[in-house]
């Protein structure tokens, strides 16, 4: 199944991001910790120019410290530092706040010697559904910006001021093509496609052939079935505890998809992630 994802409405997205960032001392890019590679939208970033950009490893709980370190480790090589966070947990939107003004620090201390409050302007962008708004709510302490757990819930641009800082929410944003099937896969896997322009039924037996591989320990305690079986095998009989069967017991693999990605999106398949470490699609 080849995917391909970008609505009309990212078009005009995108050129509001382009105009906007002008406006911003630099942004706060959200990350989805089971996907951080597949989540760097390339075309998105080069906007972005020479602006700082503080790099949020978001939904960090659903994934292990083991997992976190190696992410860390890769993004450090190519010198990015990234917070990760719970976009939830206050301690966790303490540091991103503390980041995102000591990157500016020495814009404050000089307007504060002229005697000036300086406010920093950052834009809150990335790919749909990781959790951006969820994390500009915590750090305002209210919820100010929509949240949805599916993608393309933010539309238009939203202003929101803080102690010191003022935050764009903007519309979450795919490449126009995915040339790398493998990552678009693992944004089809966390939620950032929408669900309704895929094949749900061919798109959970690639989640189970990746799975049962990398993670067959967590597969086997999750629904008790044989990770070394063929990922056909393994969906049937996910359909068949579940019951998710039609009359007849034929099986109701549509029904078994949604639920498998339910509990995959949700955390309660395991702490599973897709990727620690940046990948070809040559090499997967």
């Not at 970033?45 to 997992?67: C, H, R, T, Y």
């Not at 999106?265 to 990727?275: D, P």
């Amino acid at each position: 199944m080849n995917i391909q994802w970008f609505p009309g409405h990212m078009t005009k997205s995108m050129r509001m991001i382009e105009e906007n960032v002008k406006l911003c001392d630099g942004v706060i890019y959200v990350l989805d910790a089971r996907a951080p590679f597949a989540c760097l939208n390339k075309n998105l970033i080069k906007i972005f120019g020479e602006k700082p950009v503080v790099f949020v490893l978001n939904k960090a709980d659903l994934i292990s410290a083991k997992q976190i370190s190696e992410i860390k480790n890769n993004f450090a090589q190519e010198g990015i530092k990234i917070i990760p966070a719970n976009g939830t947990l206050k301690k966790d939107v303490a540091a991103i706040y503390a980041e995102t003004v000591s990157r500016f620090e020495n814009k404050i201390n000089k307007a504060a010697e002229k005697g000036i409050k300086t406010t920093i302007r950052m834009m809150v962008a990335g790919i749909p559904n990781t959790g951006k708004s969820t994390v500009i709510n915590s750090l305002c302490g209210e919820k100010r910006a929509v949240t949805g757990d599916k993608a393309g819930v933010t539309r238009g641009k939203q202003w929101i001021r803080l102690k010191d800082i003022e935050l764009l929410d903007t519309p979450g944003t795919m490449p126009p093509k995915f040339e790398n099937q493998y990552y678009a896969r693992h944004l089809a896997y966390i939620g950032s496609i929408n669900d309704g322009i895929l094949d749900m039924q061919s798109l959970c037996l690639d989640y189970l052939s990746e799975i049962k591989d990398r993670f067959p320990l967590e597969l086997k305690e999750k629904y008790g079935v044989d990770p070394d079986g063929e990922p056909l095998e393994i969906f049937d009989e996910i359909c068949k505890k579940r019951g998710f069967l039609f009359k007849g017991n034929e099986y109701d693999y549509e029904r078994g998809a949604r639920a498998v990605f339910d509990d995959f999106r949700k955390g309660r398949a395991g702490k599973i992630c897709l990727e620690t470490e940046r990948r070809d699609e040559k090499d997967c």
